[in-house]
């Protein structure tokens, strides 16, 4: 991977946003867009409604007008055909001018300087995929304190990966020139694809990938049970359709045993010890729950893992 090259690199980015149902996210979401301090005349951002059952829609619409008036470049698009964020990216990416596609999601909150500083690594012609990283908005349930204290948002773990580095489309940017080559998202996909067109862009062609870390985007940890639990599921769904399309491992399955046994050593062995160490302020009240937890994602992933199967509409993939 080839380090940054000199500030008078300014290329033209297209920022894509799949959106559906965001009326609540779209107010910080557009605020964050709005304080970047990459020149307005050099991006473009391209808000993608897919199929939204909110006010979705009438937001993005009065979006686009106010930034025309504010003299920035907002457009808002639809993608009503596929009901998948991949598909929504695509649609985007067509109708995108720049040099360089730049992806996060409409939960996310960019940094005023994220543009700035996950631009530049590309003046390097050798690199074809730039990975920000991801942080976490501050919370305040248990769950998103867990989901904290455990680093679970870090690029640093999709950048490690066995078979080959990713970033997750939160905080992605990847060269035209790249997607020209191997094509674009796998539209009818609903997990994964972030990790697919990576690993098909470092497979397929001789373009690197380089990690600006300081280029940030907040992310919000789940705050419900449910939630938590679809979020793991979709992790073990994407799990699986990786294995399909690339053979790579699938996670170790987490039985109902292997849950009796940690529940039960929490509960007799653990729990008093966390206890006295958190009345003694020597350890965070979230270690109390931290086993119970682990062992609700390890089965949700489980299941969902169990339960997916890749179709074949999802393998195939569209073109510029």
């Known amino acids: 991977m080839d380090s ?16 559906y149902n965001g009326e609540t996210d779209l107010p910080e979401l557009l605020a964050c867009l ?28 009065q979006a686009a007008e106010s930034a025309q008036a504010e003299g920035w470049n907002l457009h808002h698009l639809t993608e009503a055909k596929i009901q998948s964020a991949y598909a929504a990216r695509n649609t985007a990416i067509r109708a995108a001018i720049g040099e360089i596609f730049v992806f996060t999601d409409a939960d996310c909150r960019p940094q005023p300087n994220w543009l700035e500083l996950l631009v530049p690594p590309f003046a390097a012609p050798s690199n074809g995929l730039v990975v920000g990283e991801i942080v ?7 769950l998103e304190r867990y989901a904290d204290s455990r680093n679970l948002l870090s690029q640093k773990d999709t950048l490690a990966h066995s078979f080959c580095p990713y970033g997750q489309t939160a905080n992605l940017a990847i060269r035209r020139q790249a997607l020209e080559q191997v094509g674009l998202f796998r539209p009818y996909m609903t997990t994964g694809g972030d990790a697919d067109i990576c690993w098909r862009i470092q497979k397929q062609t ?15 940890h789940r705050a419900t049970l449910k ?21 790579v491992g699938l996670t170790r399955k987490h039985t109902w045993q292997e849950s009796a046994y940690l529940l039960s050593r929490w509960f007799l062995k653990e729990l008093p010890i966390q206890t006295g160490k958190t009345l003694l302020g020597k ?16 089965r949700a992933r489980t299941a969902g893992q169990q339960a997916a199967k890749l179709s074949e509409q999802a393998t195939e993939i569209e073109w510029l």
């Open 4 to 19: 940054p090259q000199p500030d008078t690199f300014l290329p033209q980015v297209s920022v894509v946003i799949p959106i």
């Open 206 to 220: 001789e373009w690197q990938l380089y990690f600006a870390e300081q280029a940030i985007v907040q992310h919000r």
């Open 34 to 61: 709005r304080a970047q301090t990459y020149p307005r005349e050099r991006v473009e951002y391209l808000l993608v409604d897919n199929a939204s059952q909110d006010r979705t829609a009438e937001i993005l619409q």
């Open 283 to 298: 350890t965070s009240a979230i270690e109390l729950i931290s086993t119970p937890i682990s062992v609700y994602c390890a």
């Open 136 to 142: 976490a908005l501050p919370g305040t349930t248990l």
């Open 227 to 247: 939630d938590l639990k679809s979020q793991w599921q979709r992790y073990g769904r994407s799990n699986r359709y990786l294995h399909e399309l690339y053979g």
